[in-house]
């Protein structure tokens, strides 16, 4: 093709057409600006797919992410909820407490760990440390992925907050003869007619009032707002899922 524009620009200008050789320069430069658009404009294109390929990428691992979260969280949640039938009972045997059985069989019922609320933020750190959160093009889900996980940052800093302060509840020397009870109730050789255990039957009694506290504490508290922060949670991981999966549809609408 080059050959072919060289010889017709040597014979115009073998036969002296000035005119003519400059009106068909001017064409050759004007298609070597259009090839060159041309080709801008197919590189151009190739980013940009390539770009969508990696934002259906990160959005399909969002998407993964976020359902292993509400998986985690619902049984949670539901495991929250049997604390919470067996604790309206243990309500009532903490007013009714009047043995050593009664108090153990109480504390049966009172279920609870130390556990901070857990989510998989591998893939939005991802996103975070490298170019990647720049690539997604909606700006309302950018905003939305935040404020998700600013949120779970919010409830695990008040669920740590919370669990130190339980700890702190069941450190209290008011508490040691509940502790050594539930400690070496079930030995042999514990023989709880030695020990002073009147404060059982004493609501007024140092350690009695710091159990109820440590209950209470625990009850509303620790099992409470874990499982409030995590309803909220859950709503908002479902939300985040229908607008991701709406993103896709509509990427992949616009590649076919």
């Known amino acids: 093709m080059i050959k072919f524009f060289r010889k017709i620009r040597q014979q115009l200008l073998t036969e002296n057409k000035f005119n003519k050789y400059l009106i068909y320069a001017i064409g050759e430069i004007i298609l070597v600006v259009i090839g060159i658009l041309i080709a801008i404009q197919l590189d151009d294109f190739n980013e940009d797919r390539k770009e969508r390929k990696r934002e259906i990428s990160f959005l399909q691992k969002l998407k993964d992410d976020i359902n292993l979260d509400i998986q985690d969280l619902t049984s949670t949640d539901s495991i929250l909820t049997l604390y919470q039938s067996n604790q309206e009972e243990a309500l009532e045997l903490l007013l009714n407490t009047k043995s050593v059985q009664d108090l153990i069989t109480l504390d049966s019922l009172i279920d609870y760990n130390w556990n901070n609320i857990e989510v ?13 959160i720049y690539i997604i093009e909606s700006r309302d889900l950018l905003n939305h992925l935040s404020d998700y996980y600013a949120l779970i940052e919010k409830y695990q800093h008040f669920m740590k907050e919370i669990i130190e302060d339980s700890r702190e509840y069941i450190k209290t020397p008011k508490l040691s003869p509940f502790v050594f009870i539930r400690k070496h109730y079930r030995n042999p050789s514990f023989d709880i007619n030695r020990l002073d255990t009147s404060w059982i039957r004493n609501y007024n009694s140092p350690t009695y009032l710091a ?5 209470s504490h625990v ?3 620790v099992n409470g707002n874990k499982q409030r922060y995590i309803k909220q949670i859950l709503k908002n991981s479902h939300e985040l899922i229908d607008e991701i999966e709406q993103e896709l549809r509509k990427i992949n609408s616009f590649n076919k």
Do not use: H, P, Q, W
Not at 211 to 215: G, P
């Open 211 to 215: 159990l109820s506290n440590f209950y």
């Open 120 to 132: 998989n933020r591998k893939t939005y750190d991802e996103m975070l440390n490298t170019t990647g």
């Open 219 to 221: 009850m509303g508290a």
